[in-house]
């Protein structure tokens, strides 16, 4: 176990780490209501029947969903309804519902990508704090502070969850259905950036990593917009074309947003991030590939002014 002085949180701010384009890139999920303990591999490793965390891994497989598990916050005690709720979300159209089990063992009858699965779609939002400590100790020691304050504000809306991507990034907060990505959240924070949410807004765009629907330079792109023009409702920045061009020996990319001034074209640039051990639990430095801004302006092939 790595000091607290050593932590991936603070090596990633110490590095002065974007947040722009790191959300997990997952269109489907799936939250199954387990109370825990999670263990290292929160579906393996968790208390869960026999053989039903490798059956929801093969769910993720056959379907490209994310499995979560969820609770909520401070491990509430259960209540003598020990029925389970699971909650299928589809970011790309921003949908969320719901759907009430007698058995967690059920959860491997749903299909996130099916809609008739879930028949409660008038949920609301959700917002999910990771919190699994067992794989990484920020997502812990951070995490449960924001989940805390967060679950004050919203009781009902409010989960912790096993891993979302991005220890380094903690605390780190997802705001469904639209799978908006949020990082380094400080708990005095949280119930501001759920309550803008909730109202349509981004909430914070210097704590916004980007909407897991998307790959990592459209999220880029969008944030880069966001920031440009200074727009902050949810809807206000829509990417709607990405091209591939020739940069040599480096990997370029245009993404093209569409908003309330017109069209955007962002050129950006792959190039290698600075090694570091991306997680807490790493043995070795990585350099994750991160995207770079060159330029925004106006689409020329929209007839944006």
Request: charged content about 30%.
């Amino acid at each position: 176990m790595p000091a607290s002085d050593d932590r991936c949180s603070l090596r990633s701010l110490a590095a002065d780490e974007s947040l722009a384009g790191t959300a997990s890139t997952i269109r489907h999920w799936l939250l199954v209501e387990h109370p825990g303990p999670w263990g290292r591999d929160g579906l393996i490793d968790a208390r869960l029947p026999d053989g039903l965390g490798r059956e929801l891994r093969a769910l993720e497989a056959r379907t490209g969903a994310r499995v979560l598990l969820i609770r909520r916050p401070g491990r509430a005690a259960a209540s003598d309804d020990r029925r389970v709720r699971c909650v299928g979300v589809d970011t790309r159209d921003a949908w969320c519902g719901s759907a009430i089990l007698d058995r967690i063992d059920d959860a491997t009858s749903l299909d996130p990508r099916e809609r008739r699965s879930f028949p409660a779609n008038d949920i609301g939002p959700l917002f999910v704090v990771c919190t699994h400590g067992r794989r990484d100790p920020c997502c812990a020691e951070r995490g449960r502070p924001v989940a805390g304050a967060l679950g004050a504000a919203f009781p009902d809306a409010t989960w912790e969850s096993t891993h979302v991507g991005g220890d380094r990034f903690a605390g780190t907060m997802v705001a469904f259905p639209h799978g908006l990505y949020f990082g380094r959240v400080e708990p005095v924070e949280a119930a501001g950036i759920a309550h803008a949410y909730a109202d349509g807004w981004i909430g914070s765009l210097e704590r916004y990593r980007g909407r897991s629907r998307d790959p990592f330079p459209t999220q880029v792109a969008e944030r880069a917009v966001r920031e440009h023009l200074g727009l902050d409702r949810i809807d206000d920045v829509e990417p709607v074309r990405r091209l591939e061009r020739d940069a040599g020996i480096r990997h370029a990319t245009d993404v093209v947003c569409a908003t309330p001034a017109g069209r955007y074209r962002v050129r950006l640039e792959r190039v290698p991030g600075a090694p570091m051990r991306l997680t807490c639990h790493a043995s070795a430095e990585e350099a994750r590939p991160v995207w770079r801004v060159l330029g925004i302006e106006p689409d020329p092939s929209s007839g944006t002014a």
